[in-house]
């Protein structure tokens, strides 16, 4: 095994480029690495299962969580994500009302259906087995797997390792002949023999697998790659997407996903204020009171049925090749030049801090209700992309979907590089790695979008990240709610700051972007587990769940 320093400089030979939509993917809540992940993970373990022609030998399953996954699983949902994961369900499409009595009912009859279609034995009370003491070396978000047959025979086993984000990484699984199962095989390979369902939820395990037009491994080969090209990060990394999707594939994905963020802010903030969160901390609902509050101040006394102003983007009707309206594409030039133009510097003068808290709170109250939601890049920091750009949408925008699709483009290139340069979870870096990321990419997105230049975005990004650093992560009985709610609303503000002080100047600034990452992998390693998503420090224990 290499070590720590030669691994990780080993690494440094990876670019960073990952698609935006393995990024910012359509999840429910309340957490990424914690409900996303595993959810994912058991459905591709089922999904190998049915390949190899295994699943009807199959009469019960023991699924052993490790480490942060055991220690705070409860709290995060991580028990029913994993359940429904091996009924066949994907964080994108599980119906988030039913999860709720699909679950209760899984314990009241000690069986569940596997993919839906084959029903075992299976007790959560026996067969979930949270190993608050371990933990598996090569991750802290550990998962196993075991698939028995009637005669309690092993049919078939692998461990899974779910890495922030909802990315999930294993090796092979092993049958129990022997035989090896790789998911992770070149996109063509799993384009031929894996369906689409499957493809979704398997993540690469080397990012530098992927062609890519303009790969960049770090902060100033990204910078370097957009002033050679002229371009922006945005359109960087729409040139980059064009060698998965076609444009109108882009355009369509990203407005889901700007949709989905507006929806989960409409849902949290048009909620009954008298209604508290889920599990035991006996915590009200903010955002709809607040809401209604900031609406009598915009627009006058508010209506018995209080009203939402939606930003939703309409989606296109037909599938057919998309071209800005402003300009057409120039066969000779780069394409992302004419969907994604340059633009000139903006200012804004609104009081944003209000807007911005209302809107990251209703997020992340949806969040920890188990609601739709887009991990930006975690689902315990989805509240600050959103308040960001909806507040830029609502009160600046000229041009809300060219907009929309820079500010995520932008943010996601950000990402990518704390990805790969350190961690986007919590249990390997604390809290920096999920509220301190989605802060750096806010401030970048939103800079970018206000007109400034790829040495301002960069500038905004490593303010939002070095003050950041040293974040903790100890929320209060393993719940995605204190002090992550308000968390997300503070990092929306302090996007929104570091982009105004980036702006401001010229671009020119003493740390740069990589150096603070580099600080921020650094501070993760030295930071003490207690204080890496497993309630066993901090505020965690020192205020009483009653």
Sequence with gaps: MLSEKTSHETATDHHAVVST???????????????????????????????????????TLRVDMFGSLALTGKGHGTPEAILMGIEGETPDRVETPTIKSRVEDIHTNKSIQLDGVHRIHFDPEKHLVFNYFKALPQHPNGLRFCAYDASANLVATNEYFSIGGGFVVNDATQLAHGENVYYRQDMEARKEKQNKQVVAVAERTQQDIAVVALPFKNAEELLAVCKRENMTIAQVVYENELKWSTPEDIRVKLLKIWNTMDESIRHGVMASPQEFLPGGLNVRRRAPALYSKLLKGLYGPVATQPTYMDNQIPLPASQTPHASPSCSPVPSLPLSLSVLPKRQRKRFFLPALDYLSVYAIAVNEENACGGRVVTAPTNGAAGTIPSVLKYYLEFISENPERDAMEFLLTTAAIGMLYKRGASISAAEVGCQGEVGVACSMAAAGFTAVMGGSVDQVENAAEIGMEHNLGLTCDPIGGLVQVPCIERNALAAVKAMAAAQLALNGEGDHRVSLDQVIETMRQTGVDMMSKYKETSQGGLAVNVPMC
């Design 21 to 59: 939509f393995d990024l910012f993917s359509i999840g429910v809540g309340p957490s990424s690495s914690h409900t996303v992940g595993p959810m994912r993970a058991a459905k591709i373990f089922i999904n190998d299962l049915k390949h190899h022609n295994v699943l009807e030998r199959v009469r």
